[in-house]
């Protein structure tokens, strides 16, 4: 166990995703689909279904189970009020990467 998760308490881990570490508070165990769509939403904060099928060349079911999943554990939150009409799930958990 390392000092963090000591430090963090029980019910805490921390998970690496991507080139990142993230604290996980939730007892769902994120598979590698999780992963990629937390490491996708690393860009700008938030993923489409439609960006999810493109980029990894899934079925809308398989990105949309995923994500479903992500919302449940309260590792994303919908928005539905973007002027283009398409749903974004945005990821709190993640910070978004700047180029300087």
């Known amino acids: 166990m390392s000092r963090l998760s ?3 308490g029980s019910g805490f881990e921390v998970i690496s995703v991507g080139k990142r570490k993230l604290v996980r508070s939730v007892p769902t165990e994120l598979n ?3 992963n990629e769509i937390l490491e996708l939403a690393q860009a700008h904060g938030y993923v ?3 960006e999810v ?3 990894f060349a899934w079925s809308s ?3 949309t189970d995923a994500l479903d999943t992500l ?3 309260g590792l ?3 928005d539905d009020g973007h002027k283009d009409g398409k749903r974004r799930y945005w990821f709190p958990c993640v910070s978004v990467s700047v180029s300087v």
Do not use: F, N, P, S
Request: charged share 50%; proline share 0%.
């Open 76 to 78: 994303a939150m919908i």
């Open 53 to 55: 099928e493109k980029r």
């Open 71 to 73: 919302l449940e554990e």
């Open 32 to 34: 590698k689909d999780h």
């Open 61 to 63: 079911g398989r990105a």
């Open 6 to 8: 000591r430090v963090l």
């Open 48 to 50: 489409t279904v439609e």
